[in-house]
């Protein structure tokens, strides 16, 4: 018998499953590692807070192997909604990072980054919402 939180490993396993599977993530003519800073909101981050309860960052990786921080402190909420703007202007998902810190009671924390699929900021359903929207379906 499967407990709910193998059933929900499963569950996230599936959704990266379907995303890896897609032929093309994001616009037809986004390329991985190809974003411009041309293509970022303005302003960047100048500082990080390091004082948040939610220790995550949300950065682009730009064609030169920069990676730019566009949202510290990063709620959930406002990642996913920025990820899908990053997305729309040509970033492609698998750029899109998320930095997670990890302080395990100490000053100076250890981090993990992720791309923003792997936070589920960007689905199959996403880009098939993009896709029909870009066809002009209704």
Known sequence: ???????????YRTMIQWVSELPHLGLPTAVPDSA???????PHLAEINR???DPHILGVRLA?????HLLAPMPHWRG????????????????ILIASADFGGTDDPAW????????LFWTARDQHDLESELRGDE
Do not use: Y
Not at 1 to 11: C, F, I, T, Y
Not at 82 to 95: A, M, Q, W, Y
């Open 1 to 11: 018998m499967v407990g709910p939180l193998e059933a929900l490993d499963q569950r």
């Open 36 to 42: 411009t800073a041309s293509m970022l909101p303005a």
């Open 51 to 53: 004082r948040s309860k």
């Open 64 to 68: 030169d192997s920069a990676i730019v």
């Open 80 to 95: 996913r909604e920025l990820t899908h703007e990053l997305v729309r202007s040509g970033v492609h998902p698998e750029d």
């Open 112 to 119: 993990t980054i992720r791309n923003c699929i792997e936070w």
